[in-house]
């Protein structure tokens, strides 16, 4: 009898174990809060439906890296999450310092250098359409108290 190697695609079986891992921090962190009623909602009545959202897409995912074709993982990107973090963080120290849009255009700059492949035009087109489209939603849709530029 002979044992029958188990076939893994290997980033669906990450990406899902993922989002268990943020999907469960989310619920432990809102333990504490009034989740309320339909009704009468409480602080932790939306995160806590996306934190099992989270979770629920996490068990399909991890449930499906174990049908279909096997992948592997591959290398791993040192560089690109050297950029993309520190796209981040940029944006946070500097998104109440001069404001969203030149915060925002810096963290589309910084983590677009993290495609080996990425283009000059490529990248200011992306800077532009991402700015003017989440700052129409973020703080012209939603109201998200944070000045365009700061200064004007």
Excluded: K
Excluded at 44 to 69: D, E, K, Q, T
Excluded at 77 to 86: E, G, H, K, P
Excluded at 94 to 113: K, Q
């Amino acid at each position: 009898m002979t044992a029958r190697a188990i076939r893994i695609n290997q980033p669906d079986l990450v990406a899902g174990i993922m989002f268990l891992v943020v999907g469960f921090i989310a619920l432990w962190e809102l333990r504490d809060l009034h989740v309320g009623t339909l009704q009468e909602m409480g602080p932790a009545y939306f995160p806590r439906a996306l934190a099992f959202v989270l979770v629920a897409i996490g068990l399909y995912v991890g449930a499906r890296s174990f049908r279909g074709p096997m992948q592997d993982l591959g290398r791993f990107n040192i560089r690109a999450t050297v950029l993309i973090v520190s796209a981040v963080l940029v944006f946070a120290v500097t998104v109440n310092r001069i404001g969203y849009v030149p915060g925002a255009a810096l963290l589309v700059a910084i983590s677009s250098f993290a495609d080996t492949d990425a283009r000059m035009r490529q990248v200011a087109v992306s800077i532009v359409c991402l700015v003017v489209f989440t700052a129409a939603i973020f703080i012209g849709g939603l109201g998200v108290q944070l000045p365009l530029i700061r200064g004007f």
